[in-house]
């Protein structure tokens, strides 16, 4: 009896751990006498003791490595420092236990010479302007060099590009004399188009002015013909009324002797009057007759 427990707390010793639970989103590399023997997925398994061994546990999510700065010279010969994050998932887990020893450092030789490569075809304005092209022919050249490890590179960043300090100050005086230019540009186009609104509004004022004058001398000009107009019909009237009322010989001296003095309203006005007064009055019948005449 006691050897029966002692032999069913040594089977439980050494059956139970052989049970394994894999769990989501992991594999277990599994090796039997040595050799390869298959890939456990999620679930539970079974390994024989002493036969089979669990050679890896590999993860399937997409990783992310910030790798360190890596000193690259560009083709213009500027020694810069440049790191890098790279997106990689683990696609085969046999291939990546057996593919290549420390894949993770394998990796990041790998990014460290490849951006080398494309770094030295490129000046330095080009290496601070393309990092899409850098990015893009990276995860290329890694994608087709880790496949055989088991290894899908789903993206390359290119993170921090630090040049040179003496390449620094330069590039920040190259940039505060583009904003001063800039600066300068705008300030002179602000003082050309408040030149050329002032001229315009000064157009246009004058404008108004000479509009205005316009129509003040057309007022001016139509009030006095309107005055005269009046004039002449208030002394239509006055003569017509005259005629009607058959005026006698001394109303039309009296009319006389007014037109007379219309007449000698002017400066260098001469009137020679008759020596007889009495020839006034005959004068002022030949008037009415001579006014009768235009009226008919």
Not at 157 to 182: C, G, H, T
Not at 208 to 237: P, Q
Request: proline share 4%; with cysteine; charged share 30%.
């Amino acid at each position: 009896m006691p050897f029966l427990i002692i032999l069913l707390i040594l089977v439980g010793i050494i059956v139970i751990p052989c049970i394994k639970v894999v769990p989501q989103s992991k594999v277990y590399v599994v090796e039997r006498l040595g050799s390869y023997y298959t890939a456990w997925h999620n679930g539970v398994h079974f390994k024989i003791p002493f036969i089979d061994r669990i050679a890896n546990v590999v993860l399937l999510k997409e990783m992310v490595r910030d790798f360190d700065p890596q000193p690259v010279i560009t083709k213009d010969n500027v020694t810069m420092q440049i790191d890098t994050v790279v997106y990689f998932q683990i696609t085969d887990a046999k291939l990546y236990t057996y593919g290549v020893e420390y894949p993770i450092s394998a990796i990041e030789s790998l990014t460290a010479t490849t951006l080398r490569n494309i770094i030295g075809e490129l000046e330095l304005d080009q290496t601070l302007t393309s990092r899409d092209i850098i990015n893009t022919k990276m995860r290329a050249i890694l994608d087709e060099a880790t496949d055989p490890w088991g290894i899908k590179v789903n993206r390359v960043e290119v993170k921090n590009i630090l040049p040179p300090r003496d390449i620094q100050d330069a590039m920040e005086k190259q940039m505060r004399a583009e904003r001063e230019r800039r600066e300068k540009i705008l300030q002179a186009e602000g003082e050309k188009k408040s030149s050329v609104l002032i001229a315009e509004g000064e157009k246009e004022s004058a404008i108004l002015r000479a509009e205005a004058e316009k129509e003040s001398k057309i007022k001016r000009a139509e009030g006095e013909a309107e005055a005269l107009l009046k004039i002449k019909t208030a002394e239509a009237e006055g003569i017509k009324l005259l005629r009607e009322a058959k005026a006698d010989k001394a109303v039309l001296q009296l009319k006389s002797y007014e037109t007379l003095g219309k007449m000698a309203d002017g400066q260098s006005t001469k009137i020679i009057l008759p020596a007889d007064l009495q020839n006034v009055a005959t004068f002022g019948t030949v008037l009415q007759e001579t006014m009768n005449d235009k009226k008919n």
